[in-house]
């Protein structure tokens, strides 16, 4: 009896196991066109990938993104942008032990949110620019996760389309390989088969 129970909380564990690696990323500066048309980053500089940290006056490699166009709300008020026709890039420049080349390309999935996170009526205003990407990393792999991306502007900035990144946060969730899936399925089917064996017997 001891052994079926261990081997089933073993295929239980195995699945959940699968979906333990993660990528963390921050990016700094660059500036941002905002119309309704969407929200375009021109180049924000990598600051710091998986424990890696540019030091100062230098980076990592560079995150670009765009949004689809604006569905809902106002782009002084904030509202919802859609993933339609978006993307999301991560680059590095392999100098500081970050992969060299394009690490992740993918866009966003699902409704992207338009902040306003300052007081309004503010002269300096500040916004996130939140939702979910999806793409492939550089290994071959798909990856799933957020990003979050705080602005600052003026309202004479703003009513030219112009903001600039303040932080951005991105974390991505890498599924192991099937084989630990099918595994853990394989450890319950073996299970199945020692109790019925036990029982039997």
Do not use: C
Request: proline letters at 3%; glycine letters at 16%.
């Amino acid at each position: 009896m001891r052994r079926v129970v261990v081997l089933a909380l073993l295929a239980m564990a195995l699945p959940i196991a699968a979906w333990a690696d993660n990528i963390n990323f921050t990016n700094q500066y660059g500036s941002i066109s905002i119309t309704a048309l969407g929200i375009t980053s021109t180049r924000s500089e990598l600051t710091s990938f998986n424990g890696l940290t540019a030091t100062k006056g230098h980076d990592l490699g560079s995150v670009t993104f765009s949004t689809g166009a604006l569905t809902s709300g106002s782009l002084r008020w904030g509202g919802t942008f859609s993933a339609t026709g978006s993307t999301f890039v991560l680059k590095g420049i392999g100098n500081w032990g970050e992969p060299k080349g394009t690490i992740f390309s993918g866009s966003f999935i699902g409704p992207i949110t338009w902040t306003l996170t300052s007081a309004p009526g503010k002269k300096n205003l500040t916004y996130s620019l939140t939702g979910e990407i999806r793409g492939m990393l550089y290994t071959g792999r798909m990856a799933t996760g957020t990003t979050t991306q705080n602005f600052f502007t003026t309202n004479g900035q703003l009513a030219q389309g112009i903001s600039h990144i303040r932080l951005g946060n991105t974390t991505l969730t890498v599924p192991e390989p099937g084989t630990l899936g099918l595994l853990g399925t394989g450890l319950v089917g073996i299970a199945g088969m020692f109790r019925r064996k036990l029982i039997g017997g």
